[in-house]
C-alpha cells in the first residue's frame, strides 16, 4: 500500500482503514479488468506491472490512451453507480492491483482531507496528459505525432544509454499505431521517417530513441 501515489502522507487511521478493506488481484497480460460502458463498483490501483487504458472508436478500433505504471491509480470515481466506466483497462503485463468498493472508499476520503487532496491532484495530471494528447493529435503530420509519443515513453518509460534512451516496456508497431489511433502501415512509414532521422533505432524488439532530438523534431519541424 505504501507505493501507491495517492496514499502519500495519509492519516493513519485511513491506512488502517484501507488495510482492512483493500484486496489483492492478479492480472495476466491482456486480461481485460473491465470495459468501456461496464458498471465498475471498485476502485483499483497498481500494484505491479503497466495497465493499458484504452477506448474504443465507432468503427470498434482501439486508441490506447495511457500506459499506467506501478504506484498509479486506475480509474475514476463513480459516484453514481448507474453510470458507466468511460474507459476500459486491460493488463500491459503481468500484473497486481489492489481493489476496493468505492463506497468504502469514498467513506474513507470523507474522514480523510489528504487522501481527497491526493485524488483531485491525480485527476489533474491526467487531465493535463490528455490536454497534451489533444494538442499533439490535431491536424499534424503522423510522423510528428509519432515523436510526441516516443518522447512522452521515454520520459516515462526511458532508460538511458549514452546518447540514446532504451523504451524499456515491450512495444510493438501495432501497438503504437493503437496509441495513435492510425493504421498500423501508416505508423510503420512515420516509423521509417524517425529512423532516416536518426531519431529512432530498432534493434530486435526494442526501441531506443533521442529524447531531447525527438521533442525538437515534433515542436519545430
Not at 29 to 43: A, G, P, Q, S, T
Not at 141 to 155: E, F, N, Q, T, V
Not at 202 to 217: A, H, P, Q, R, T
Request: net charge positive; charged share 35%; proline share 0%.
Amino acid at each position: 500500500m505504501n507505493d501507491i501515489q495517492v496514499f502519500e502522507n495519509i492519516k493513519d487511521h485511513s491506512k488502517i482503514e484501507l488495510s482492512k478493506k483493500l484486496s489483492f488481484r492478479t492480472l495476466k497480460k491482456k486480461e481485460i479488468l473491465f470495459n468501456e460502458r461496464d458498471i465498475v463498483e471498485k476502485v483499483y490501483f497498481l500494484k505491479e506491472g503497466k495497465i493499458s487504458i484504452f477506448k474504443m472508436n465507432e468503427n470498434g478500433e482501439r486508441k490506447i490512451i495511457f500506459i499506467l505504471k506501478k504506484g498509479e491509480m486506475i480509474n475514476e470515481i463513480l459516484l453514481d453507480n448507474m453510470n458507466s466506466s468511460t474507459i476500459g483497462c486491460e493488463a500491459f503485463e503481468p500484473s497486481i492491483i489492489l481493489e476496493c468498493s468505492i463506497n468504502d472508499f469514498i467513506n474513507i476520503m470523507e474522514k480523510d482531507f489528504i487522501l481527497t487532496k491526493n485524488i483531485i491532484s491525480c485527476i489533474q495530471h491526467r487531465n493535463k496528459r490528455l490536454y497534451r494528447q489533444i494538442k499533439n493529435s490535431v491536424s499534424i503530420r503522423i510522423d510528428k505525432k509519432l515523436a510526441a509519443k516516443l518522447y512522452r515513453i521515454s520520459r516515462e518509460f526511458g532508460l538511458e544509454k549514452g546518447e540514446w534512451t532504451l523504451i524499456n516496456i515491450n512495444l510493438t508497431i501495432t501497438y503504437i499505431a493503437d496509441m495513435l489511433g492510425c493504421k498500423r502501415e501508416s505508423l510503420s512509414r512515420a516509423m521509417k521517417v524517425l529512423q532516416d532521422e536518426k531519431l529512432v533505432k530498432i534493434e530486435g524488439k526494442k526501441v531506443y530513441v533521442k529524447k531531447e532530438k525527438l521533442s525538437d523534431y515534433f515542436k519545430i519541424t
